[in-house]
């Protein structure tokens, strides 16, 4: 009973957030944050200014208002909500590992866009408006795509493992038919009539034949590769903030460099303040949704449909992003 009222619970957040969104949510969010970046941005203009003349308390202002622009710019409508969100709700991935990568692609935007005011005026000597339309006509298509792509390496991966899942479910590792001899959730286990024990690596092993069915899940939360860590930062961090460009070029045309570059990082710590708090909340619906099928033959299925539901949802999202940015 417990299982079946987190599935619901998750299930009716499911909604009533789409519900919302569809209701206009979405808008009111956008003018919300859209005006609060704003007036975080004209406070900004302010806070270096004070830097510039000597204030006392300048700095620590300065990083207060980034990281406010920051959260602000992640609150409206963002590629890389949809990415961290969508990938936490299609894999199974622990909330840390999440929440950590979250981090990491906020931070790696802030990486990219020092890299590219510094590049930019140092190397190739271009114009503000010159570095802010390499972000938004170049990067920005870029990042899209790599979401999309994302996306759609989602899309194959639950498939795949539908195809699996259903392969396991009629034949074992040796070719047998396991409806044959009533293959079902049950596991061997050392006290267990019949039982034969783990199997090797620690999966599941079937009582009648002693064969793996396939991994545990702990197993397969753990299968996911360092590949799958560079594609979700890699893709977000393409595109950098345009507030850390420019308060990048502002403070590097007053020779105060490095308060601009700190300003960089204190906006995508802002960013990272809601990132990882989506990731947080996708993994926590993710496991509600399927706390009524864990343990159930049924578990792999739903967990690949998930998956590729997820996946679809990110590569027609990136997709629409990517039809405006071009």
């Known amino acids: 009973m417990r299982r079946r009222g987190l599935t619901i619970l998750a299930l009716a957040a499911l909604v009533l957030g789409a519900a919302w969104l569809l209701g206009g949510g979405a808008d009111r969010l956008a003018a919300w944050a859209a005006a609060g970046q704003r007036e975080a941005q004209g406070a900004l203009a302010r806070a270096i200014r004070a830097l510039r003349g000597g204030d006392p308390g300048a700095f620590a202002g300065l990083m207060t208002l980034a990281f406010a622009y920051g959260f602000f710019h992640a609150a409206g409508p963002g590629h ?40 930019g005026v140092l190397v190739f000597e271009l114009s503000r408006e010159a570095m802010v339309g390499v972000t938004e006509a170049t990067l920005a298509p870029l990042s899209y795509a790599a979401i999309g792509c994302v996306g759609l390496w989602l899309v194959w991966r639950g498939v795949r493992r539908l195809v699996k899942a259903r392969a396991r479910h009629a034949a074992g590792p040796g070719g047998h038919d396991h409806a044959a001899h009533g293959h079902g959730a049950r596991t061997g286990g050392a006290g267990g009539r019949g039982g034969t024990g783990p199997a090797p690596g620690g999966a599941a092993a079937c009582e009648a034949c002693g064969h793996s069915h396939g991994p545990t899940v702990e197993q397969a939360a753990g299968v996911r ?102």
């Open 80 to 119: 890389g909500k949809i990415l961290i969100g969508g990938y936490g709700l299609g894999a199974r991935v622990p909330a840390a590992r999440l929440a950590g990568l979250a981090l990491a692609s906020s931070l790696a935007q802030a990486v990219t866009a020092v890299a590219l005011v510094y590049a």
């Open 225 to 326: 590769s360092l590949r799958d860590a560079v594609a979700v930062v890699g893709a977000v961090a393409l595109r950098p903030c345009s507030g850390a460009i420019l308060l990048l070029l502002l403070t590097w045309q007053l020779d105060m460099a490095l308060a601009g570059i700190a300003g960089a990082f204190a906006m995508a710590l802002g960013t990272a303040s809601v990132t990882v708090a989506v990731a947080v909340a996708a993994v926590g619906l993710r496991e509600g949704a399927l706390a009524g099928v864990v343990g159930t033959p049924a578990a792999a299925r739903v967990a690949a449909w998930t998956e590729t539901a997820a996946g679809l949802v990110i590569a027609v999202v990136a997709a629409g992003m990517l039809a405006g940015a071009i």
